[in-house]
Nanobody, 116 residues
Framework: QVQLVESGGGSVQVGESLSLSCAASARTFIFKRLAWYRQAPGKQRELVAT???????AYADSVKGRFTISKDNAKNTVSLQMNSLQPEDTAVYYC??????????WGQGTLVTVSS
């Protein structure tokens, strides 16, 4: 069974940067889409950024211009570079993959806390 494992969460101050990484236990080319979601306390999980098999990317309006999603097919990883972090970015961040067989896989999540 394919697994996704996130790393890189932590606590930062407002305006600082943080990079999240997600390692897949299979080749990333099995995914037609990889994405990062987040869930803040008391809120629903929301889509943050996606990257398609052709490397096209899309972002939530709230993170556009501050976050960058990328993938490394050689290392089977997908990353999320987060800059100019704000308290509202505080959440558990989840890596997500959708395979060409339409199987959806989630990571366990990693906590990001932004304090002022």
């Amino acid at each position: 069974q394919v697994q996704l494992v996130e790393s890189g969460g932590g606590s930062v101050q407002v305006g600082e940067s943080l990079s999240l990484s997600c390692a897949a236990s299979a080749r990333t080319f099995i995914f037609k889409r990889l994405a990062w979601y987040r869930q803040a306390p008391g809120k629903q999980r929301e889509l943050v950024a996606t990257i398609a098999s052709g490397s096209n990317t899309a972002y939530a309006d709230s993170v556009k211009g501050r976050f960058t999603i990328s993938k490394d097919n050689a290392k089977n990883t997908v990353s999320l570079q987060m800059n100019s972090l704000q308290p509202e970015d505080t959440a558990v961040y989840y890596c997500n993959g959708m395979t060409y067989g339409n199987i959806e896989i989630w990571g366990q999540g990693t906590l990001v806390t932004v304090s002022s």
